[in-house]
């Protein structure tokens, strides 16, 4: 059974950073791509960034291109997620997890439905 535990989430200002964690065991995490997504209250969940399972290929959506740089430690079973010059409008539930092969953030959906973690709250105050 895949497990996700996500870290690192925390209030800050905007244009302030956060670093968030991902650990992911139940798969062979180098096996697979891995995205995070985002909800915010009141909205569907969306795909923020994309890492191939090597790490070589990265895409993020439009909103965060440029100020969000994922990566991962394939020793570690580790995903990462710096983000820079938050926004306000940055705030919300952050999740990870491993996915099919996509071409955008858009069309991310993850190997299993029912494995999503507790996530990580982020909160950017104006």
């Known amino acids: 059974q895949v497990q996700v535990v996500e870290s690192g989430g925390g209030l800050v200002q905007a244009g302030g950073s956060l670093r968030l964690s991902c650990t992911v065991s139940?798969?062979?995490?180098?096996?697979?791509?891995m995205g995070w997504f985002r909800q915010a209250p009141g909205s569907e969940r969306e795909g923020v960034s994309y890492?191939?399972?090597?790490?070589?290929?990265?895409f993020y959506a439009d909103s965060v291109q440029g100020r969000f740089t994922a990566s991962r430690d394939n020793a570690k079973n580790t995903l990462f997620l710096q983000m820079n010059s938050l926004k306000p409008e940055d705030t919300g539930m952050y999740y990870c997890?491993?996915?099919?092969?996509?071409?955008?953030?858009?069309?991310?959906?993850?190997?299993?439905?029912?494995?999503w973690g507790p996530g990580t709250q982020v909160t950017v105050s104006s």
């Open positions: 139940g798969l062979t995490f180098d096996d697979y791509a």
């Open positions: 890492i191939s399972w090597t790490g070589g290929r990265t």
């Open positions: 997890a491993a996915v099919w092969a996509a071409m955008t953030t858009a069309d991310m959906r993850p190997i299993d439905e029912h494995s």
